[in-house]
């Protein structure tokens, strides 16, 4: 009798103890430097000309209402995210769906779906120097060659403010739309055959089909995969500053290069906490919008 | 017992992950080359083995002359019997590495390379060692056989703030005028002295780019936004119109004059007139790319860069490579770059330090390195018959003695601690131009609009 309640309270205990390691983590990496973070953010502290000095929330004041280059940051970074994130669902969904055929060779699909796993692995600055060198320059990339054949007019990538943008979200859009299709194919997958069977005896259109029957099913996947993306494109870093450094002017200035530029080479690092702090405050807010809306 | 093996199984699992990742992360980043080679030469009349078995952290710039002195660590090694790690990073990354390193007090490295502008960043606040007391200790120094005065004064007071000497330089580094004998000689084109000339020369290229006569755009420049990047040679340029965008000493912002306005248009117009089209996120890799393979005739670059546009393995200008100092208008220099090595206030072998700074800035050592990446801040170096051997041409030479001499200018605003931000705004604002997003007097009033935002004063 007191053996099983002991090996009961150890069952009990088994799940809090193996996710120990993972909460220490947690603590250590996330909520610690958060929280130093935050009292940097209360600080003017110049990296050049220590010491730090307490202003309390006058870093937060400047940002928020004296600041049209952070209020642009935030702007765009949000805006980027959204377009990037839905055009990587829309574009991940059109190959998952496609690979998910039935009539698509089963070998066929695990090799596209093999090979969209390559943005992956590569670092993403590599990525981007390849976008910039190779495939956008004027000079040296073949976009240019390409658009020659065609007799396309070229794309000049740092021209006005759309080409700059439009750069970068098609870049992003494609390194990142195979990992939609990824999890999108796995939930396609998981899918019944016979629902789709019994809607075309019915006589359901494809459209049909995506929207009353595929759509509803993968939602939750879709959701998932949409937070995620999502939260990823808020905080891009290595794509912007390699390709245009946040240029031409601020146009492409994002909140990570911002507060990387605040506090590595204007050395104003408790202004970059805040940045960051608030920054952190709308990603916490818009995600959980996100989650409860499309629940 | 079920309770038990799953806690050993997630402990040792975790164990093994943990450990896994430190071997990981540890195998990669710094270099430590093995104790071979010979240490041949003049090495003066120290004990160099007094700190033998330390071992010392050193972030150096990944640049051409990094390399160099990779090649060479092992002969420290053995001279010294000092292990030491030698870690390279980009000049930006590892300028913010050095900074964080620096402001924290830890002294994880015990030595960093210190590039001009950073000099006010680091010693500023008091986080680099003063090395006169390492010079004047004869346990540590062969003051004779060191010899300071081989500098140039221009050069070696690059490495001074506050009178006191921070770091000593191992490089002399300003923009020379690269261009293409073999094209100048074809349109019987003469090097450009004046802003005036330049912009002729120019258009006489462009003339023949556009008749088919050759391939090559006439101009590039740097156009990728930053302070480090376009903002240096924007603030390079305006030197050599004998101007300055901005004054420290007064905090005045001269962007928005009329010479300053001048500065940015020509800047500006001499890229959209001339240069490749959709150059806009170029900074100096693209430029030297573009000039090793035969996309752009003229551009100004650093004297330090020799060595990739003459190497024939992988540029096809090797040999047709003309060098001088860079077109001024009267009055008109070139910033002084230098690169040099110091101390971190912090390091825990301040000692052992010394002996490699003291090694690497040698005269022993430099003229075993100035041949091969050619700009050394040892005036001596410059008529030694190795390094004379090694150059491309006299031409290179005559350049860089005339601008050592005569053509640098040895306190360029650049090297203020308030540099990086007022820079970084007046190169945004030239994008803006290249972007045709704005037109330069527009940009200019902006720029001065931030800069007001700073503290700086309008100019009269």
């Known amino acids: 009798m007191e053996r099983s309640a002991f090996r009961s309270r150890q069952d009990r205990a088994f799940p809090y103890v193996a996710i120990l390691p993972a909460v220490a983590v947690i603590i250590l990496v996330g909520l610690i430097p958060a929280i130093h973070t935050f009292v940097l953010s209360l600080e003017s502290y110049e990296l050049i000309h220590p010491p730090a000095k307490f202003i309390g929330l006058s870093n937060y004041l400047d940002l928020l209402f004296n600041n049209p280059r952070y209020l642009h940051a935030l702007s765009f970074t949000v805006l980027f995210a959204l377009a990037a994130t839905g055009l990587e669902l829309v574009g991940g969904f059109i190959i998952a769906y496609l690979l998910a055929d039935r009539d698509v060779s089963h070998v066929y699909s695990s090799l596209i779906r093999t090979l969209l796993m390559v943005p992956f692995v590569v670092a993403p600055i590599a990525v981007s120097y390849t976008f910039k060198t190779l495939i956008y320059d004027q000079t040296f990339g073949y976009l240019s060659y390409f658009l020659r054949l065609l007799a396309l007019p070229p794309f000049n990538l740092f021209h006005g403010t759309v080409n700059p943008t439009v750069g970068i979200l098609v870049m992003e859009v494609i390194l990142r739309a195979p990992f939609i299709a990824i999890v999108v194919y796995a939930g396609l997958s998981s899918i019944d055959p016979e629902i789709s069977y019994a809607a075309d005896i019915d006589g359901a259109s494809s459209l049909q089909k995506i929207v009353r029957i595929v759509l509803p099913i993968i939602l939750p996947i879709l959701i998932v995969a949409a937070v995620l993306r999502f939260m990823d494109a808020l905080k891009m870093f290595d794509e912007i500053y390699v390709l245009t450094a946040g240029g031409p002017g601020y146009t492409t200035e994002n909140v990570s290069l911002f507060a990387v530029t605040q506090a590595f080479s204007y050395f104003h690092m408790g202004y970059a906490a805040a940045a960051a702090f608030v920054f952190l405050i709308l990603v916490i807010i818009l995600v959980s919008y996100f989650m409860r809306a499309f629940r | 017992m079920k309770f038990m093996k799953r806690f050993i199984v997630l402990v040792l699992g975790s164990i093994l992950i943990v450990g896994g990742a430190g071997i990981l992360f540890a195998s990669g980043g710094n270099e430590s080359p093995g104790a071979k080679g010979t240490v041949a030469g003049n090495w003066g009349n120290i004990n160099w083995q007094q700190f033998k078995g330390k071992q010392l952290n050193v972030l150096a710039t ?162 990728l936004p930053g302070f480090s990047e376009a903002g240096w040679n924007l603030f390079c340029t305006a030197s050599r119109f004998n101007f300055s965008f901005i004054d420290y000493n007064t905090m005045v912002s001269n962007v928005n004059t009329a010479r300053g306005k001048e500065v940015l248009d020509y800047y500006t117009s001499m890229i959209l007139k001339y240069a490749p089209p959709g150059t806009g996120n170029w900074s100096w890799g693209e430029i030297a790319q573009a000039f090793k393979t035969e996309q752009v005739a003229m551009a100004t670059g650093g004297n330090a860069s020799y060595a990739t546009l003459e190497n024939a393995a992988e540029s096809k ?66 008529s030694d018959p190795d390094y004379v051997k090694a150059m491309p041409s006299q031409e290179f030479i005559d350049a860089q003695l005339y601008m050592l001499t005569k053509g640098i200018n040895p306190s360029p605003p650049m090297v203020s601690g308030k540099y990086n931000e007022s820079a970084d705004i007046v190169s945004k604002e030239m994008s803006n131009i290249i972007a045709g997003i704005k037109d330069v007097k527009t940009a200019a009033a902006d720029a001065d609009a931030a800069l007001m935002k700073l503290g700086y004063k309008p100019a009269q």
């Open chain 2, 62 to 223: 990944a640049m051409p002359v990094s390399e160099t002195y990779k090649k060479h660590l092992p002969e420290f090694e053995q001279l010294t019997g000092i292990k030491v790690n030698f870690e390279l990073l980009n000049d930006v990354d590892r300028y913010k590495k050095m900074l964080v390193d620096l402001s924290s007090g830890k002294g994880e490295y015990d030595i960093g390379n210190i590039g001009f502008t950073n000099r006010e960043a680091f010693a500023g606040p008091g986080y680099l060692e003063p090395l006169e007391s390492y010079l004047g200790d004869q346990k540590l120094t062969d003051k004779a056989w060191y010899n300071l005065a081989d500098y140039p004064k221009d050069v070696i007071a690059a490495g001074y703030s506050n009178g006191k000497l921070v770091f000593v330089p191992f490089t002399a580094e300003y923009f020379l005028f690269w261009y293409r004998k073999d094209i100048f000689k074809d349109l019987n084109l003469t090097v450009p002295k004046t802003f005036e000339e330049l912009t002729a020369t120019a258009q006489k290229l462009d003339d023949a780019r556009k008749a088919g006569k050759i391939k090559e755009y006439a101009w590039a420049e740097r156009e």
């Open chain 2, 317 to 382: 200008v090797a040999g047709k490579v003309g060098y001088a100092p860079p077109p001024m208008a009267p009055g008109g220099s070139d910033p002084l770059w230098v690169w040099g090595w110091g101390i971190n206030k912090d390091s825990h072998n301040k000692g052992a330090a010394w002996l490699f700074v003291q090694w690497a800035t040698s005269p022993t050592l430099m003229k075993s390195m100035a041949p091969g990446y050619g700009c050394p801040a040892r005036q001596s170096s410059y």
